[in-house]
């Protein structure tokens, strides 16, 4: 059962904020889909686990040192920046 | 002859240039997409200039390679170095790449022509591309139906020909689904076949870049040119030297072609006929058809939302607003900055599909849901290994019905979630896929057949579909729109 609460835990946790007036709606919502994903637990209990897919493995290599990006290209695509760095936000 | 060949033989016999070729296609596009909403960003100054580079080298006597000069999309997840790549999201409004996601830098190293940017769902999170924060593109078949997605606006470009071919991205059915709804070819290879780097991630251990086109015999080309390894993509493997082109002409008599039952449960009837009825044709060709149950199907479903949500969650924390994309004009404090931006810049679709991700990896719920559907997961994969000891080629229909009209996906999240049940397997298992057209409903709208193959065998599929093709050609079809080769 998915609660008006578990909603409002869920949100804090995902970092997104649900209007009061969304809340009723989004929680009926959630339950919805989380009956439909409930029918998984009517599926014989498969044991094999999941480790990756048909046996593929990571694809390693050796470390080698290459060019990187700029300063000025990383913070390119900033909203704000400050004496070189991300503005993460400004002071009140 | 597909349609890749065509344009290289035009452009080799000088029958247009390749900036006369390039325009023609702008100049349709210009025309076509305020109607099919298929581009979010036309890029024709950089198409141009790569355009008379190529006609530069064919008037100094220079081959060209197949692919060179041949206009082409790139759905709007690819990053492509200094154009906005938006994921058609708010979220990422104005972000411009700094590098190039490797399918590009692969393609823009044979002059590959790029017209624009293609429409998607929102984060590829939708069947419908009306998850865009662009709105939805329209089917070129009947522009009142979705296109379907999330890959919709390249599906509707190719299939309106204002895109030669194009590249799309498949999690649970993103490049199939839409292909199978607009009446064009759609590939979603092996898992581990095509490099991801620069795709924007949904869910990682799902997500597969493939090609959308007129043709089998196209699809084949656009991914021998793309699946190679990578060395910034540890989950790539890429095709080991294995092409699909070479066999795509193979004689068919003999291959054994599986129908599992549990496929075409539920489907529309005029989509089961037609799947039916392509099976027909294979016999005429000399293969064989198997039925057989495979039950675990009918989890493959909750299955896959548990586990694309559950890793989209992940994926998408990285959207703060501090380092690219949208950030909120009014906050009080640093939490309440982070809140605010993806509260404001993420979709409604996405917002639930992160939600329900972190619900289900969360304390208390994480073994009843995102364990057991990963142990799920297993079990599936073992089941098509079995299945594949039957059959050399699993087909199935690609969606259970036709495109729907515009406005229906959006009302009811299950519903249109029911949309993906035939293809969400194959990304689960990371077996290759291919859809190609079969058929039509009464009201002529494209179906779409599923021929799902072993692991890294896209040759055996592609084979198979295009000996269909080559028996079976008034299946596929041509719209009024864009440019009639």
């Known amino acids: ?92 | 002859m597909g349609t890749i060949a065509k344009i290289h033989d035009m452009l080799t016999s000088k029958e247009c240039s390749c900036t006369e070729l390039t325009q023609g296609y702008l100049d349709a596009i210009e025309k076509a997409n305020g109607e099919l909403n298929a581009y979010v960003k036309v890029t024709g100054e950089e198409a141009l200039a790569t355009a008379a580079a190529v006609d530069k080298k064919i008037a100094a006597g220079e081959d060209i390679g197949l692919l060179e000069g041949v206009p082409m999309t790139l759905k709007d997840n690819m990053s492509t170095k200094g154009i906005e790549t938006t994921c058609c999201s708010k979220i990422l409004t104005g972000y411009k790449p700094i590098f190039d996601a490797t399918v590009w830098e692969t393609l823009k190293g044979q002059n590959a022509v790029l017209l624009g940017k293609t429409n998607m769902d929102e984060f590829a999170m939708g069947s419908s591309c009306e998850n865009s924060c662009f709105g939805g593109a329209a089917n070129p078949v009947n522009t009142d139906h979705v296109a379907g997605g999330s890959s919709g606006g390249v599906a509707s470009a190719v299939g309106g020909n204002i895109a030669p071919y194009g590249l799309g991205s498949d999690t649970g059915g993103s490049i199939r689904q839409p292909a199978s709804f607009c009446g064009v070819v759609g590939l979603k290879p092996t898992y581990g076949a095509v490099s991801r780097y620069g795709l924007i991630a949904y869910a990682s251990s799902l997500d597969q870049i493939g090609p959308i086109t007129k043709s089998v015999e196209d699809a084949s080309i656009v991914f021998d040119a793309i699946a190679h390894s990578d060395k910034r993509d540890s989950t790539c493997v890429g095709n080991s030297g294995v092409t699909t082109y070479d066999k795509l002409n193979n004689d068919i008599k003999g291959m054994k072609i599986g129908i599992a039952h549990e496929y075409l449960d539920g489907v529309r009837d005029d989509v089961k006929e037609a799947i039916l009825s392509a099976a027909e044709v294979y016999k005429s060709l000399g293969a064989e058809i198997v039925y057989f149950d495979l039950p675990i199907l009918k989890f493959a479903l909750p299955v896959y939302y548990i586990i694309a949500c559950a890793e989209a969650s992940s994926n998408l924390g990285r959207y703060d607003g501090i380092r690219y994309g949208y950030k909120a004009a009014h906050y009080t404090g640093t939490h309440d900055m982070i809140c605010r931006t993806r509260s404001e810049g993420f979709g409604e679709e996405v917002k639930r599909r992160i939600l329900l991700g972190t619900y289900v990896l969360s304390a208390g719920y994480y073994d009843a849901y995102y364990k057991k559907a990963q142990n799920l997961r297993g079990t599936i994969v073992s089941a098509f290994n079995k299945a594949f000891e039957q059959c050399d080629v699993i087909m199935a229909p690609t969606v259970p019905m036709t495109a729907f009209e515009k406005g229906r996906a959006v009302s009811d999240p299950i519903e249109t979630y029911l949309t993906d049940i035939c293809t969400v397997p194959v990304n689960i298992a990371g077996l290759p896929g291919v859809s190609v057209p079969c058929g039509f409903n009464q009201k002529g709208m494209p179906i779409g057949m599923q021929l799902i193959g072993k692991s890294f065998d896209e040759a055996t599929i592609l084979n198979a579909a295009h000996q269909y093709q080559k028996a079976a050609p008034e299946k596929f079809t041509n719209t009024k729109w864009g440019v009639q080769l």
């Open chain 1, 1 to 92: 059962m998915v609660t008006r609460e578990d909603v409002e835990n869920i949100a804090l946790l995902s970092k997104l904020f649900v209007p009061e007036e969304e809340l009723d709606g989004l929680t009926q919502s959630m339950q919805e889909i989380i009956d439909f994903a409930d029918a998984i637990n009517n599926a014989p209990a498969g044991n094999e686990g999941f480790d990756n897919i048909n046996n593929l493995s990571n694809v390693f290599r050796e470390d080698e040192v290459v060019p990187s990006y700029s300063n000025e290209d990383i913070l390119k695509n900033a909203p704000e920046q400050a004496e070189d760095h991300f503005l993460v936000r400004n002071k009140e």
